[in-house]
């Protein structure tokens, strides 16, 4: 299967994307925002962390606007997956895809540190109740949802390494702890799964996620 | 122009009289403005090196791995097998922090990155060093809180994992803190390139941001304005752009990678002027530079500013008249403006026209081997002894100079790149070299325990190489810098002398080459000079990432035990004996953890050991737990019987277990009121 991994001037995990989705067995093709092609090639496009555009005016504002993004709804309204990683999740969220803001940290500084998110909702088949591992760094992980939209599937929270949801768990003071959330066949989330791909790196729990893909490609 | 100069426009160039005389006998009569300016950046202590030239020629350059030596290059390179070399250098931003924190901080950064992938390197790693007065003054707090802002938002940005660093406090940095930072880069050896501007005839592509204002005279130190000419006051202080950076990153590894360019160069300190005469100076060349092909970001600048303005996120480019157009379609591609400036000559010299008319000529050798080097004057004089640290543990696990520096770390991307093997856990971070088995190790220190700067020196090195060597890693290159005093005062250039000596005799008794380096003098204030501070950037090469160690204790029942002499002063032969003692322990699996003692002596040491493996520890023993004598490494071990093999003293402290630090005649301590202690040190000054 093919992935197909979105670099907006500025991101900064293409490469890292690129190796987790080669990880678990799938071969992985950079794409270029300013392409206009098609994307009838690809199972699963996703869109990986970093700055986009340097974060002007606010992360994601202006990749929203890159020519790669109406092929990218086009893809996700075709029912195949789209996983938005970090500045990628801010990215799905601006150009409407799934619904909500990402804020501030609460605490107005980046945070970059390793924590925990239980799973909360079967997202492309996983394991609800499951606890992973993922490191976060992001100055904008506070999701504030939006109360007109229907409602949200919360596919990830916060919690504490027993997996207990806890105030002290949430690290950028995200609404009901939110750490990832879907809607239909598009995932956006703060952690960086592909951080977390072996014991040396400290965890191997964001194979999960990228499994998790596989899975989701079957399902289309 | 001007017939003859004035000392006030001497000055203002940051030239002394003698070195205008100088200026006169090399050109054989009177430079205009332009070219006394030229002259002034290039023959300042940043460009030049004219106070300490001497001093480092002392220092051990040479060894088997080493692919670029120190000075050759805008970063050293040595080679850590598999075909792979890693380019790294560490720069000093006081300077620019101390007037804006947050932007000098962040193009301190920018400079340091631009210096190690301008080698052909991709950047992997930064670390940094901080230096404040105590933070319980207002101006300290704000002066750390932004200049770890700036850090952060500008390597994160960049996508570059900040992986170690460190930050200490004390008086003297109170009107001159201290920003060094530190990159590292990973390159295939035959993508090695070279600043040189080769082949008359070539062309220099200025690539990135528009040059303006921003940052003229950084380099001179400007003491004068140039209100004479009508020109608005400028602060020194650059204002930087990771955005950019990272377009200019990517799109010249890629021009790198596919050959397209003969030769890189970053503009950093003197801009335009030191890249071009450095790149002219290294091919034993000449340039032309036609300023009116400059982009620029403001009006009516002149050929001079145009010449020496810092602007940050600039390159300059070596490219075949043939290429360009391949070039530039690339730089398109990622957004980046790009101008022909100018050409290289054969004839040695840097030449700059306006629309044609020349503006300036003066002859490459004049400005960089004809500098004057200085031997200052120098006396001993005392260094005032460190402040004591508490002698109560909890408060000294509190103590600023002690506790934890996660407020400052978590704002770092330390995942980034996912090769970071080990962040908070191990004496030096882990960084996983392609291929995932094998590692470099690196880590920044400089200890600020003692009045004297040759042990300021010789620590520096001993310690940065004992933490390496704690991950079971071996030392095998360092830069360093020097930040110190005014070398125009004879005690200021005693403490340079005596650091340097200090910091040669550490890296050669250990085997460990100077690869690169800066030197960073006047750091003074109205308050007067700060401590002598040298600092050490270390590289280490693990062989097998799965042998790694890790300071935290790992098993109930394991015996303590330290390693090393139990007291006494620096030995450097005994030092390199117990270095190589941990490394062969943790190589052979005799270890479960290891921990140099540093501030705070054994009884931190301990601490940190019992808080990160979330286990306790009773140990007994007829030592002063608070004594910081170096060479002693904390070990826990299940068969403590083999370490005698290692053939270096060894005391037997106790046993790990339990969920108290238990030390006989000091302390009982449970390690929830240890964590609180430690973890709420610095956040709660801030």
């Known amino acids: 299967m093919k992935v197909g991994v979105v670099v907006f001037p500025g991101t900064n995990c293409d490469r ?205 | 122009m001007i017939a003859t100069a ?68 805008n970063a050293g390179v040595v080679d850590v097998g598999g075909g792979w070399a890693v380019a790294m250098k560490i720069e000093s931003h006081n300077h620019p922090s101390a007037v804006e924190p947050y932007q000098g901080a962040a193009t301190g950064v920018g400079g340091i990155v631009r210096d190690v992938f301008t080698m052909g390197a991709r950047p992997i790693a930064l670390l940094n060093s901080l230096r404040f007065g105590f933070p319980d003054e207002p101006r300290s707090r704000y002066l750390l809180a932004r200049v770890v802002a700036g850090i952060g938002d500008y390597g994160n940005c960049l996508g570059i994992p900040t992986v170690g660093g460190e930050v200490f406090f004390d008086p003297s940095y109170r009107g001159n803190p201290l920003v060094n930072a530190m990159c590292v880069g990973l390159l295939r050896h035959d993508k090695l390139t070279r600043s040189a501007a080769s082949g008359a005839g070539n062309l220099l592509l200025l690539i990135g941001n528009r040059t303006g204002r921003d940052g003229l005279h950084g380099a001179t130190f400007a003491s004068a304005n140039l209100e004479g000419e009508g020109l608005e006051k400028r602060p020194s202080v650059q204002v930087g752009s990771p955005f950019l950076e990272k377009l200019l990153i990517e799109a010249c590894l890629e021009l790198l990678d596919r050959g397209l360019l003969l030769g890189l160069q970053d503009l950093g300190a003197a801009g335009l002027t030191s890249s071009s005469v450095e790149a002219a100076g290294r091919a034993g060349t000449g340039v032309e530079i036609e300023v009116t092909r400059v982009s620029r970001s403001e009006t009516g600048m002149s050929p001079l500013e145009v010449m020496l303005s810092e602007s940050q996120e600039r390159m300059l480019a070596v490219v075949a008249p043939g290429r360009v157009a391949e070039v530039r379609e690339v730089l398109d591609r990622w957004g980046l403006r790009s101008d022909v400036i100018g050409r290289v000559i054969e004839q040695p010299v840097v030449r700059v026209l306006q629309e044609g008319a020349l503006c300036a000529e003066v002859p490459i050798a004049a400005l960089t081997d004809c500098a004057p080097f200085y031997d200052w004057p120098y006396a001993p004089a005392p260094v005032p002894p460190p402040e004591p640290l508490p002698r109560d543990p909890l408060a000294l696990l509190a103590h600023p100079n002690v506790c934890s520096r996660r407020w400052v770390y978590r704002q770092y991307d330390q995942t980034v790149q996912a090769a970071t093997a080990a962040t908070d856990d191990a004496d030096a971070a882990l960084v996983l070299l392609p291929g995932g088995k094998r590692a470099i190790a690196l880590c920044t220190d400089g200890n600020f325990r003692h009045d004297d700067p040759y042990l300021a020196g010789a620590l520096a090195v001993a310690e940065a190489a004992r933490n390496v060597s704690c991950t079971g890693a071996a030392p095998i290159a360092l830069t360093n810098c020097l930040n110190f005093g005014s070398p125009e005062r004879p005690e200021g250039v005693w403490q340079l002398r005596e650091g340097i000596r200090g910091l040669a005799d550490a890296a050669r008794a250990l ?38 160690c890790t300071i935290a204790f790992k098993a109930d029942g394991d015996a303590i035990v330290l390693l090393g002499p139990p007291t006494g002063p620096l030995d450097l032969q005994m030092e390199a004996r117990v270095q190589r003692a941990v490394r062969q322990a943790i190589d052979r699996g005799l270890v ?95």
């Not at chain 2, 332009?34 to 001093?55: N, P, T």
């Not at chain 2, 800066?518 to 090469?541: A, K």
């Open chain 1, 16 to 220: 890292d994307t690129v190796a987790a989705v080669e990880a678990v067995g799938h071969v992985a093709d950079l794409l270029w925002h300013a392409s206009t092609d098609p994307l009838p090639a690809y199972d699963a496009i996703v869109l990986p962390g970093g700055f986009a555009h340097g974060d002007a005016l606010r992360a994601g504002a202006i990749a929203r606007f890159s020519p790669i993004m109406p092929r990218v709804v086009e893809f996700a309204h075709s029912g195949r997956p789209v996983l938005g990683i970090c500045n990628g999740f801010q990215v799905l969220v601006e150009c409407g895809l799934l619904p909500g803001a990402l804020l501030r940290n609460d605490s107005l500084q980046f945070r970059s540190e390793w924590v925990h998110c239980r799973v909360e909702a079967p997202v492309w088949g996983l394991q609800p109740g499951a606890v992973l591992r993922m490191p976060i760094a992001h100055g904008m992980g506070n999701y504030f949802p939006d109360p007109e939209a229907p409602s949200v599937e919360v596919a990830l929270r916060y919690c504490d390494p027993s997996g207990r949801v806890t105030a002290a768990a949430n690290p950028n003071g995200s609404w009901d702890n939110v750490a990832g959330i879907a809607s239909g066949n598009v995932f956006g989330l703060m952690p960086h799964p592909e951080r977390a791909i072996s014991d040396v790196l400290g965890s191997r729990d964001g194979l999960y996620i990228f499994e998790a893909l596989t899975r989701a490609l079957v399902a289309v």
């Open chain 2, 6 to 73: 004035p000392s006030a426009l001497i000055d203002r160039y940051g030239l002394k009289p003698n070195e205008y005389d100088r200026i006169l006998e090399l050109l054989g009569r009177e430079p205009n403005e332009l070219e006394l300016a030229l002259f002034g950046a290039m023959w300042s202590e940043h460009c030049c090196y004219k106070s300490s030239r001497k001093l480092l020629a002392q220092l051990p350059k040479d060894a088997p791995q080493v692919l670029v030596k120190a000075g050759e290059e």
């Open chain 2, 511 to 548: 085997g460990v080459p100077v690869i690169s380096g800066n030197v960073s003098l006047y750091n003074e204030s109205d308050e007067g000079s700060v401590r002598p501070t040298p600092i050490v950037g270390m590289l280490g090469l693990l062989e097998d990432v799965a042998k790694r």
């Open chain 2, 592 to 686: 479960r953890s290891a921990h140099d003692c540093a501030e705070g002596g054994l009884f931190v040491a301990l601490a940190e050991c019992c808080l990160k493996g979330g286990l306790g520890a009773g140990v007994e023993a007829d030592l002063d737990w608070f004594d910081e004598s170096p060479s002693r490494i904390v070990v826990s071990s299940s068969h403590p019987e083999d370490l005698a093999e290692l053939g270096v003293p060894m005391t037997h402290l106790g046993r790990v277990g339990g969920q108290r630090l238990m030390i006989r005649g000091l302390a009982d301590l449970a390690l929830d009121d240890m964590r609180a202690a430690y973890e709420r040190g610095l956040e709660a000054l801030l």
